[in-house]
């Protein structure tokens, strides 16, 4: 048998027979030929079935094979200038390996509680590997920037045991003998990461019970949050948009056959180039005002505000210095403004919202440990955190990145349902 | 002010005079010089500060200097043949930025409840950096493995809607209307992944809500599980001996000095080289017998038997073909003796035991439904699962890798609980 090869090493096989093993993703027939659509996971490749190449047998076999059959396929390279891969293979033999029947996702049009239904198999149309290499690639960039600039990967725990900032949005676990709660945000552990490593992020799973049902919100989503010791929030805002940059020109690069597959706007994406614009709350109060919208001074801003913030921007847009009370009592207050906090989110552009969360963090012992009570937290809850403050304290920010956020708003999915590969929201737990 | 740099960086600086900004980790003073361990993070350097070179009050504010005090220091970086690092700083300033007083980790030896209650402080010292820098270098290595084997990364879900096996190792938690468990392996998902995508690997958190106390166990680990298709136990088991050898290589290249730092002995890791040995069960069973230890063929092996049949060889072994009744539902059976299963474990050398489970999965619908059914399990579950037996089956094989146990191995810890960054364990959910 002629070495068998992934349909990713077939550039490198021009005029050799390989053999292939994938599963049949479409096929046409006219007269003495079957064109079959064979895709085995790294890509997709026309199997040209000519009825004077093989024998009656495999002419009938491949005339019967059914959509996600597993096949094996015998054939020479050829190029093929028409098809995104370049080539196809003049089949020479072929086997069906296991005969699919009714396969349930036909090429017409489908529900999406459907299509999540069969997330197990919706995975291997050309839309989910196109969403989800993209994904992977986000995930990679993601990485190497923090790796390339001496970072230290720090996993903060899964397990917490309070509800710091209430239970509502919380889910808990029975553990062992009393009750552990999900993490919703490896900040806190972060800063003690900081305060060690110097430069620390984490990278993982967090858990969010909120009754929201909108394209958003997932119960179960990805992010990364990097923390800097010795950093303010200007350097802060330096690294978030260096990071975001880093990232899109990445895919850019790299995927940019998905994103054409996907219909992408390249030319959106082309423009998250540095530095992004900066403004204040006030300043989007201001804008908001202008535009219509009368949010007073002092709410936080919703996906309606949002979008009209961000609208005005052809990139993402970085807005600090939000009301101090609408943000988290680890949040550091501007010394030149008490009621601001020392914050920033990024809204990326097209609606796609806040992507972003950040700011610099209270570093002073009894400020913070004020703000603990003020919110009616308990300060033995954070006798951990507040020894940060004792021993060595600095000034120090960080931020945090949303993954499925940011694949849906590269992609241009209206949804995040789609950017993972098991989505997890409030009225959905299966596959 | 001059630079302000990491400690990373001196040693592009010679020469020069650079800021750096960090913590006190140490102190020795004789005389008219103070010798000053400072670390950020990235490095540990020593400050000489001369009585002659800068002003007294500079001179007594270095002797007063407590331990984790946060400092910035300018001075010239000179060549130090006898420091780990290469250099040293010659200090012309220092300034406190924050006094730390009491610190509570001193250089005289805690007890492990201690430290570990201390654990957001403990992760300062230089013991913890070496191993987590290691911890962070075999993620690195990990999925430079399978990026640069073309494997897509398909992030299994947290969540999942059913206790397959069983609930008394689950966490479970209320979900809105009904009950969500923590995953325990993603594999079930990634041969999802498999047949949409080739190969695919996820790497996540896992949990287990084991009564165990022992030195291997955490209920909250990271697992990395790849998972091909058109792939058997052999071409498993060639995988997962490239695999954990390129990861052990890849720390003895870049993290030398962590590793001396911890006295690991390196001849054993540099054995760590293709092929590994294989063995059968029944071998093992022999080997077993012959050292005198009794247990009975059909049983699974234990912590004793693992180091028992471990020291037998100088690298790690991979022993294969377990009886079926030792495994999960989802192995296949050996078509050549059907009570055994196509499965492999791999027991780390000098009595780490096993790093990486895995084997060749059941493909054909009706034995699976079979065995599902046999286990008293619920088909109905499984529908999803089975779904990938009906469309296109191909045979398909992975393996799990649990990093705590690669890293505790590697860096030759008795305990996994220093691997991670905050571990949870049965008695340990804090800080």
Redesign the interface.
């Known amino acids: 048998m002629p070495d068998?090869i992934?349909i990713?090493e077939v550039k490198k096989r021009e005029g050799e027979t390989v053999t292939l093993?994938?599963?049949?993703y479409n096929k046409r027939s006219s007269g003495k030929l079957h064109f079959l659509q064979v895709r085995?996971?790294?890509g997709l490749i026309q199997c040209v079935v000519f009825k004077g190449d093989v024998s009656p047998e495999v002419f009938e076999r491949s005339g019967k094979v059914t959509q996600?059959?597993?096949v094996e396929v015998c054939g020479v390279v050829r190029k093929d200038e028409r098809s995104p891969l370049g080539f196809e293979l003049g089949v020479t033999d072929l086997k069906v390996?296991?005969s699919?029947?009714d396969?349930p996702i036909g090429p017409k049009e489908h529900g999406v509680a459907f299509l999540m239904d069969?997330?197990?198999?919706w995975?291997?149309s050309s839309r989910?590997?196109a969403v989800?290499?993209v994904?992977?690639e986000v995930?990679?960039a993601v990485?190497d920037f923090f790796?390339g600039k001496?970072f230290?990967?720090?996993?903060?725990?899964?397990?917490?045991?309070n509800a710091c900032e209430g239970t509502t949005t919380l889910?808990?676990?029975?553990?062992?003998d009393?009750r552990?709660y999900?993490t919703q945000s490896g900040q806190l552990?972060n800063e003690?990461?900081?305060?060690?490593?110097?430069?620390?992020y984490c990278f993982?799973?967090t858990?969010r019970?909120e009754?929201s049902k909108t394209r958003r919100h997932l119960?179960?989503f990805?992010m990364v949050e990097p923390e800097m010791?010795?950093c303010d929030l200007e350097e802060n805002m330096d690294l978030a948009e260096e990071f975001v940059e880093f990232i899109v020109q990445r895919v850019l690069n790299h995927r940019s056959q998905e994103l054409a597959y996907l219909k992408r706007d390249l030319d959106v994406l082309q423009k998250v180039r540095r530095p992004f614009p900066r403004i204040s709350y006030d300043e989007a109060i201001d804008l908001l005002h202008r535009q219509g919208n009368d949010l007073p001074w002092g709410k936080d801003f919703g996906g309606d505000e949002e979008t009209l913030i961000s609208s005005a921007f052809d990139r993402p847009v970085m807005v600090h210095r939000y009301p101090a009370r609408c943000k988290a009592f680890y949040m550091k207050n501007d010394p030149e403004k008490s009621d601001l906090s020392l914050c920033v989110d990024m809204l990326a552009p097209e609606g796609y919202g806040e992507i972003i969360g950040g700011g610099e963090r209270e570093d002073d012992y009894d400020r913070l440990l004020a703000k603990i009570r003020e919110q009616g937290l308990s300060p033995e809850i954070f006798?951990?955190?507040l020894?940060?403050r004792?021993?060595?304290?600095?000034p120090h920010s960080g931020f945090g990145l949303g993954i499925e956020r940011a694949v849906a708003w590269i992609c241009g999915l209206k949804h995040v349902r789609e950017t993972?590969?098991?989505p997890?929201m409030?009225?959905r737990?299966?596959?």
């Open positions: 068998r992934w990713e093993k994938g599963w049949l085995d996971g790294t996600e059959s597993a390996l296991h699919a029947q396969y069969h997330r197990h198999l995975l291997r989910q590997h989800l290499r994904r992977h995930i990679r990485r790796d001496g230290t990967l720090l996993d903060a725990p899964i397990f917490t045991p889910f808990s676990t029975e553990y062992f009393r552990a999900l552990y003690a990461g900081a305060m060690a490593f110097g430069k620390v993982g799973p858990f019970a009754k119960t179960e990805w010791a010795f006798t951990w955190y020894d940060l004792k021993y060595g304290s600095v993972i590969p098991f997890r409030m009225e737990l299966t596959p």
